[in-house]
């Protein structure tokens, strides 16, 4: 084997060892995620997909998050802004009817990940 070839090869077998436990970590954040959803009771104003007991009818359905344009009809749906929404959503949209829940920010940035794996 050409040592420019195993030279690439290295470099891909590093690069794809390295990205494993980034991957697991993710995995466990949005695991983390679900399961808070479940824990703020966000099911009960949210029909939330992959959330047990989580029919609410009172607000909009969470199916499909990522490919939203908005939250609250007027904030870029990102993950970062979706974090400090659930965090606090009337610091972002004053007179809002979204609760704050008391979920830290580590808590909300988990919860917007799970969020953004709906389609």
């Not at 359905?61 to 009337?90: C, F, M, Q, T």
Request: some cysteine; overall charge positive; hydrophobic content about 45%.
């Amino acid at each position: 084997m050409p040592t420019t070839c195993r030279a690439a090869c290295l470099a891909a077998l590093l690069a794809a060892s390295a990205a494993l436990p980034a991957a697991a970590q993710d995995r466990g954040r949005v695991e983390r995620g679900r399961d808070l959803l479940v824990q703020y009771r966000c099911g009960s104003c949210h029909a939330i997909p992959g959330v047990p007991g989580s029919r609410g009818q009172v607000a909009q359905s969470l199916k499909a998050w990522r490919h939203r344009s908005y939250i609250a009809g007027r904030l870029p749906n990102r993950p970062d802004v979706l974090a400090r929404w659930i965090e606090a959503p009337a610091s972002l949209v004053p007179g809002t009817l979204m609760p704050r829940m008391g979920a830290s920010a580590d808590e909300a940035q988990a919860m917007a990940a799970y969020l953004f794996t709906l389609e």
